[in-house]
T-cell receptor, first 113, second 117 residues
Framework: GENVEQHPSTLSVQEGDSAVIKCTYSDSASNYFPWYKQELGKGPQLIID?????GEKKDQRIAVTLNKTAKHFSLHITETQPEDSAVYFCAAGSGGGADGLTFGKGTHLIIQP | GAVVSQHPSWVICKSGTSVKIECRSLDFQATTMFWYRQFPKQSLMLMAT?????????EQGVEKDKFLINHASLTLSTLTVTSAHPEDSSFYIC?????????????FGAGSRLTVL
């Protein structure tokens, strides 16, 4: 089955700086890679996703890059703000959508004021 | 966008009682819903896949008789923790994807925190 590794487990950055979270996956058949943000006591919320037919996707301060050859994908947050503090999960799956997603272990992002 | 409602958001029960958690897709139909368990500071652990009109598919190590799942309609799945014990205390989260939408993106509920005394 799929195995998703996520690093780092904790990331502390100064407000205004950029944050990068990296994930690797094992199954070359995976073609859908979403990122979720989870605030304390709440369910995860999708913030951005990418499918295997593109290498990069951007939405305002958030971007995701995908390297299919190396089987890794990354989340980039620029101009970080205090409200970006949360746990971020990457996931990988095949079937082009929600079915059979495997999640990474999460990254606790801390934005220092 | 798609909204998944989960109820209750928190529940405290006595050991030995059963607790039911509901997961509803509010503005879309979901033939499949997913149930997860999350321990503090840990990732989401998939417990089972709930299929409308048929039996749920449980992940290895998850007791079917302990965690009863019913998906009676295209907008509602329920998870019943039977004869709950303190070790069942956890954060339970459901998710669903709009099966009629081409995107097939997963939307999560807000979670239900279960505390068993």
């Amino acid at each position: 089955g799929e195995n998703v590794e996520q690093h780092p487990s904790t990331l502390s950055v100064q407000e205004g700086d950029s944050a990068v979270i990296k994930c690797t996956y094992s199954d070359s058949a995976s073609n859908y890679f979403p990122w979720y943000k989870q605030e304390l006591g709440k369910g995860p919320q999708l913030i951005i996703d990418i499918r295997s037919n593109v290498g990069e996707k951007k939405d305002q301060r958030i971007a995701v890059t995908l390297n299919k050859t190396a089987k890794h994908f990354s989340l980039h947050i620029t101009e970080t703000q205090p409200e970006d503090s949360a746990v971020y999960f990457c996931a990988a799956g095949s079937g082009g959508g929600a079915d059979g997603l495997t999640f990474g272990k999460g990254t606790h992002l801390i934005i220092q004021p | 966008g798609a909204v998944v409602s989960q109820h209750p958001s928190w529940v405290i029960c006595k050991s030995g009682t059963s607790v039911k958690i509901e997961c509803r897709s509010l503005d879309f139909q979901a033939t499949t819903m997913f149930w997860y368990r999350q321990f503090p500071k840990q990732s989401l652990m998939l417990m089972a896949t709930s299929n409308e009109g048929s039996k749920a598919t449980y992940e290895q190590g998850v007791e079917k008789d302990k965690f009863l799942i019913n998906h009676a309609s295209l907008t509602l799945s329920t998870l019943t923790v039977t004869s709950a014990h303190p070790e069942d205390s956890s954060f339970y989260i459901c998710s669903a994807a709009d099966s009629t939408s081409g995107a097939n993106v997963l939307t999560f509920g807000a979670g239900s925190r279960l505390t068993v005394l």
